[in-house]
């Protein structure tokens, strides 16, 4: 398993955007796959995107593809989820997650073995 600490939530407006960070220990992120989740209040779990390594894959849910980018830096063992034009309906607590299937990159919850805190991103009208 890898430790993994998200960064870069908060409250924002409407049509804002915000980098979410994910920071493994030195080395843990090397050969694996990381995705972004999101859980809203009362709501299952959903897989925002996911990277596999070395970042050459990409995958994404369909209510954030245009809106999203999720890319890595292996150097700084971070992945990151550039989120654009927020909505409300964004607002939930977003985790990243790893998984050692590397490609194509998972996007099924059961298939991350590895699991952040969460960072709360809210976004109000």
């Known amino acids: 398993q890898v430790h993994l600490l998200e960064s870069g939530g908060g409250l924002v407006l409407t049509g804002s955007s915000l980098t979410l960070s994910c920071v493994a220990s030195?080395?843990?992120?090397?050969?694996?796959?990381v995705g972004w989740f999101r859980q809203a209040p009362g709501k299952e779990r959903e897989m925002v995107a996911s990277?596999?390594?070395?970042?050459?894959?990409?995958k994404y849910t369909n209510s954030m593809k245009g809106r999203g980018t999720i890319s890595r830096d292996n150097i700084k063992h971070t992945v990151f989820l550039q989120l654009s034009d927020l909505q409300p309906e964004d607002t939930a607590v977003y985790y990243c997650?790893?998984?050692?299937?590397?490609?194509?990159?998972?996007?099924?919850?059961?298939?991350?073995?590895?699991w952040g805190q969460g960072t709360q991103v809210t976004v109000s009208s």
């Open positions: 030195e080395g843990a992120l090397d050969y694996w796959s």
């Open positions: 990277i596999s390594w070395p970042g050459t894959k990409t």
């Open positions: 997650a790893a998984s050692r299937l590397t490609s194509p990159p998972p996007d099924r919850s059961t298939d991350f073995i590895s």
